[in-house]
């Protein structure tokens, strides 16, 4: 078993297929051998998990859960986009991490770690990342956390 797919077992991760867009664009683009990642929500089987600005609504550990949620969303359109097979895989580029919050907000940083934290647990040195987290207004269908990400194939 490849070492990806062993660690995201002992994880204890679900990697799903590849939700749905919900409005009209493609959850991931390959271009010379990079993947450019749609932002990722925290949607599981089709449901929106997380809603409602972290510090408000949600508390900062489920903005947490949320952005760890991001993540496996985008895992599993890393291995679609590999074609189910990790040996594929280069390494994760870039995370841009959306916080719904509100204005007096600060901690973007630790909701976005998250997803940062679980793919460098998963891939390794491959998942090391450049990132930016961000607060926003609001986000659509008020999800809580937005990820996008760029990685790259073999």
């Given at each position: 078993?490849h070492?990806?797919?062993?660690?995201?077992?002992?994880?204890?991760?679900?990697?799903?297929?590849?939700?749905?867009?919900?409005?009209?664009?493609?959850?991931?683009?390959?271009?010379?051998?990079?993947?450019?990642?749609s932002?990722?929500?925290?949607?599981?089987?089709?449901?929106?998990?997380?809603?409602?600005?972290?510090?408000?609504?949600?508390?900062?550990?489920e903005?947490?859960?949320?952005?760890?949620?991001?993540?496996?969303?985008?895992?599993?359109?890393?291995?679609?986009?590999?074609?189910?097979?990790?040996?594929?895989?280069?390494?994760?580029?870039?995370?841009?991490?959306?916080?719904?919050?509100?204005?007096?907000?600060?901690?973007?940083?630790?909701?976005?770690?998250?997803?940062?934290?679980?793919?460098?647990?998963v891939?390794?040195?491959s998942?090391?990342?450049?990132?930016?987290?961000?607060?926003?207004?609001?986000?659509?269908?008020?999800?809580?956390?937005?990820?996008?990400?760029?990685?790259?194939?073999?």
């Amino acid at each position: 078993m490849h070492t990806i797919e062993k660690k995201i077992k002992e994880m204890g991760l679900d990697i799903p297929n590849i939700p749905d867009p919900i409005a009209n664009y493609v959850p991931y683009k390959v271009y010379n051998k990079i993947i450019t990642i749609s932002g990722q929500a925290p949607i599981k089987n089709g449901k929106i998990i997380y809603k409602g600005k972290v510090g408000k609504d949600i508390t900062i550990e489920e903005g947490i859960q949320a952005s760890k949620l991001c993540a496996e969303n985008i895992l599993a359109i890393i291995k679609k986009a590999c074609n189910n097979d990790w040996n594929n895989f280069g390494e994760l580029i870039k995370l841009g991490g959306f916080v719904n919050c509100a204005k007096d907000f600060s901690d973007h940083p630790k909701i976005i770690n998250g997803a940062s934290d679980m793919l460098v647990e998963v891939l390794g040195s491959s998942g090391k990342h450049t990132r930016f987290a961000v607060g926003a207004n609001s986000l659509p269908l008020d999800i809580s956390v937005e990820i996008e990400a760029l990685a790259s194939l073999r």
